[in-house]
């Protein structure tokens, strides 16, 4: 959805509540006290009703709304705007847009949209061929503001330690005007946040969101040498031979690029118990590259799923 299609179809807090009503009656509305399916809507509530004992469930109640007190316009515009573009918008600049006296209040249905966006990527796994690596993001925590000295390299308190995974099938036969691109197409992406980058840290994660049956593409770092014994077949590559690393690992050193560039060019500065939820949109925007504008609606189907 464009922002002309959005003032027609919602211009105002009322028509969101409509809209809101209509897609929880069209997923169903399960009474938590006797469980029962059907309900009146009470309109001066703004809640369902159920028909066998009264139970009154509230419209935001078990969606990512729940316990806001903001407006639903407010989540249908912050909506728009982080699915509307493949970068992103701060917590900052939307407060501006929607003219908020406060900006924690906004900050936090940002990231509960950004949860969200994780917690639907999770229910998938990836497949088929898969590059890796580990990406270092640079972050602020309470560990860092201390009177203490800075690690360099992997070690350091700044550098938060990020598992990449990302599907990239070969491409059998390329035409003359894709000669000079990459020999592989890529397909969906996860990035997780690791307190390590032990091989049984990252098997652990490799398990959890990889089929059993996926050819894994590596470099020789030690923390994959566990990685053939939980999939299908593990190849490695000596990157540290090749002047040319992006034509064998074409799009993971792409993607971690990408998203280091998104997030210090837009936050600036990101903390680290947060920076899962900044990958969580980036990913999941990535994943859904081709959606379009259905992107809103998918988007918004997922806060009121809430999973």
Not at 136 to 158: H, L, V, Y
Not at 222 to 249: A, F, P, R
Request: charged share 25%; net charge positive.
């Amino acid at each position: 959805m464009n922002l002309l299609d959005f003032s027609v179809y919602f211009p105002n807090e009322e028509t969101c509540i409509e809209h809101f009503k209509t897609q929880r009656m069209k997923l169903g509305v399960v009474c938590k006290k006797c469980k029962n399916t059907t309900h009146f809507w009470k309109k001066d509530k703004i809640a369902f009703q159920c028909k066998k004992c009264g139970y009154r469930t509230a419209l935001r109640s078990g969606t990512a709304l729940e316990n806001s007190h903001l407006p639903y316009l407010y989540w249908y515009k912050s909506i728009l705007m982080l699915s509307a573009t493949r970068k992103t918008f701060s917590a900052n600049e939307i407060q501006n847009q929607l003219r908020h006296e406060l900006y924690e209040p906004i900050w936090s249905m940002l990231h509960k949209i950004r949860i969200v966006m994780g917690k639907r990527d999770s229910r998938y796994k990836l497949s088929e061929f898969i590059e890796i690596d580990e990406g270092f993001f640079e972050t602020i925590s309470a560990e860092n503001k201390k009177d203490i000295q800075i690690k360099r390299g992997r070690g350091s308190q700044k550098q938060a330690k990020v598992l990449v995974l990302i599907e990239s099938i070969p491409i059998l036969e390329k035409s003359k005007k894709d000669k000079h691109k990459p020999d592989r197409m890529p397909g969906h992406i996860k990035m997780i946040v690791m307190n390590d980058l032990k091989a049984n840290t990252i098997n652990k994660q490799v398990e959890t969101f990889v089929d059993a049956e996926t050819t894994i593409i590596s470099d020789g770092y030690n923390g994959y040498n566990k990685l053939k014994l939980i999939v299908k077949q593990h190849d490695v590559i000596n990157t540290s031979e090749l002047t040319e690393v992006h034509k064998v690992l074409p799009w993971v050193h792409s993607a971690i690029g990408n998203a280091k560039k998104i997030l210090g060019g837009i936050h600036h500065s990101n903390g680290q118990d947060y920076l899962q939820n900044y990958l969580n949109e980036y990913c999941y925007k990535y994943n859904r590259r081709y959606f379009g504008e259905r992107i809103f609606d998918r988007l918004l189907l997922a806060c009121i799923e809430n999973c």
